[in-house]
């Protein structure tokens, strides 16, 4: 099992920048799959961003409501995930979570993967966007 860490939320204007990083201990693995999801009040856990590595390469997905706002990225020497979110707006409220999954078949896959595809997760970061 990993552990993940979110840090870097906070509470910005609409059309401000934050990046969020998500920290994981315990094993490297050569393939993993990791992601960003978000939960508003009221609302069920949405995906937002995923990264896959695997022998297919580095993919990344972003949800409709972030494409062109938001950038998933990982650096593998600090085993941290990031997502850089641009030009926020007050919908882009929400306790951001990452995860994370070394599973093969996760990593391998092709498309946006499930909340259920992912074994770890962080506890979680509030960001909230004023109007």
């Known amino acids: 099992q990993v552990q993940l860490v979110e840090s870097g939320g906070g509470l910005v204007q609409a059309g401000d920048s934050l990046r969020l990083s998500c920290a994981a201990s315990?094993?490297?693995?050569?393939?993993?799959?990791m992601a960003w999801f978000r939960q508003a009040p009221g609302k069920e856990r949405e995906f937002v961003a995923a990264v896959r590595f695997s022998w297919r390469g580095t993919n990344t997905y972003y949800a409709d409501s972030v494409k062109g706002r938001f950038t998933i990225s990982r650096d593998n020497a600090k085993n941290t995930m990031y997502l850089q979110m641009n030009s926020l707006k007050p919908e882009d409220t929400a306790v951001y979570y990452c995860?994370?999954?070394?599973?093969?078949?996760?990593?391998?896959?092709?498309?946006?993967?499930?909340?259920?595809?992912?074994?770890?997760w962080g506890q979680g970061t509030q960001v909230t966007v004023s109007s």
């Open positions: 315990g094993r490297t693995f050569s393939s993993y799959a």
């Open positions: 995860a994370a999954t070394a599973d093969h078949q996760v990593a391998a896959g092709i498309g946006m993967p499930r909340r259920a595809d992912f074994s770890s």
